[in-house]
Structures are given as C-alpha cells and as structure tokens.
C-alpha cells in the first residue's frame, strides 16, 4: 500500500489518506469506509482505526492512519463488509465477511477476533456456500454481547458473542443499513430495496413502517433527536 494526503471532502475528520495500489475506486471506498468508523471510534481509542474493503479484507492501523497493516489475508474468504468493536475491549473485533456491493467475493458468516485481529474464529453465524452476502454489523453499546448483522438471509441477532445467531427478520439486508438510535439502545433502525423496519425492544421484534420502497439501494442514518 501507498499513503498520501488525501483532500478531507468530508469536514475535518483528520484522516491520514489512502492511495491503495490496486486502483483508485477501491482508494474510495476504504476512505469513505474510514471516515464513518473514525467517527465512532476516535472518542475511545484516538489511534486505533480499522478499514474494512469489500475485495481487500480488513486492515488496521494502530497510529491514527499513518501506516497499515493486512489482518485478513490468511483467512479463507477476505471480503469485509461490516465491522463491530467492542466498547470495552478494542482486542474484540468482529467483521461480517463478504463484497456486499458487487459480490466480487462472497460471504462466510461473521467472524471474531479476541486479540485484536491477530488471529480469527468463526461464530454460530457461519454460511457454506457462494450465494450468501452480508453487510452492516453492530454492537450494543451498553452491552457488548448483543450484535445484529444484515445479511440476504435476514437480520440476525447473538446474545452471546456470537456464539449463537437466531434471525429476527427475514428477507435480505445485505445491501442495506442497521443503526442503532442514538442513547438509546432499546431502538434500531433496518432499511432494505423493499422495506424500512423499527424495534423498540432491544431487537427482539421489528415492527415494518413501510413495505413499499421499491428502491435498488436503500440507506440511513439515525441522529439523536
């Protein structure tokens, strides 16, 4: 990999930049990828970063983006899509495997990391096969055990750390989002192409708000309000 500046389009974020050497698409999307996990993790662990490339795997920085390192390339299937941190632990990284976009690469399941992307385990959400997809995975923020992650076979939940997955709505959210609300962590938001879903209850049950959005891309964001 190559570094350079790269113009903060976004505000001021402070990112470090990326030249990927395989292409300036994928330079992109690493960056943008960047720039939203940045802002969530910047408060806890100003120097830890991890970008997530749908074709490239997962990569992790350790000082603010100045220089990277591949935690990915010996596993099985290197696609990364979605990447949880736990709260507490920064060691515990779980990552929803796969090119959610273009399928270029397919998914495994979610996988887990407990020393901090050294070495990786499968979870109970674990997929055989090259037909399956998975997207956006998040953590409770109060309760790091809980997780979701949006895949084509539904959305689904652990309680456990992943050690067991039960769907809580089919269909398929792959190519979607899944938010938490802000400060409150008993409502989540879920859009697909067809639908837009809320849960009040800590995601036990979602309830559809509109099941008619015909879309070939869905997405969303929650502010606190």
């Given at each position: 990999m190559t570094f350079d500046t790269f113009v903060d389009w976004y505000g001021t974020w402070g990112l470090r930049a990326a030249g990927?050497?395989?292409?300036?698409?994928?330079?992109f999307v690493a960056t943008v990828i960047f720039r939203y996990f940045q802002g969530v993790w910047r408060g806890k662990w100003p120097l830890e970063n991890c970008v997530g490339i749908g074709i490239g795997g997962?990569?992790?920085?350790?000082?603010?983006?100045?220089?990277?390192?591949?935690?990915?390339?010996?596993?099985?299937?290197?696609?990364?899509?979605?990447?949880?941190?736990?709260?507490?632990?920064s060691k515990i990284i779980y990552i929803a495997t796969g090119d959610k976009d273009t399928?270029?690469?397919?998914s495994i399941g979610v996988l887990k990391s407990i020393d901090g992307?050294?070495?990786?385990?499968?979870?109970?959400?674990t997929f055989t096969g090259v037909s399956y997809a998975s997207g956006d995975i998040i953590i409770n923020p109060n309760d790091p055990k809980i997780l979701f992650c949006a895949t084509n076979d539904g959305l689904y939940k652990t309680?456990?750390?992943?050690?067991?997955?039960?769907?809580?709505?089919?269909?398929?959210?792959?190519?979607?989002?899944?938010?938490?609300?802000?400060?409150?962590?008993?409502?989540?938001y879920a859009v697909n192409n067809t639908g837009f879903f809320r849960s009040t209850d800590g995601g036990s049950s979602f309830?559809?708000?509109?099941?008619?959005?015909?879309?070939?891309?869905?997405?969303?964001?929650?502010?606190?309000?």
């Open positions: 990927f050497v395989v292409g300036t698409y994928i330079a997962i990569w992790k920085s350790i000082d603010a983006g100045m220089s990277w390192a591949p935690m990915s390339d010996n596993l099985p299937q290197i696609g990364v899509s979605g990447i949880a941190i736990d709260p507490t632990n399928f270029s690469t397919y992307g050294v070495s990786w385990n499968t979870t109970g959400l309680n456990d750390g992943g050690d067991t997955w039960y769907q809580v709505v089919p269909g398929s959210f792959a190519k979607g989002s899944l938010r938490y609300k802000p400060g409150n962590a008993n409502t989540i309830t559809t708000i509109t099941s008619d959005l015909n879309s070939t891309r869905s997405l969303l964001d929650v502010t606190p309000a």
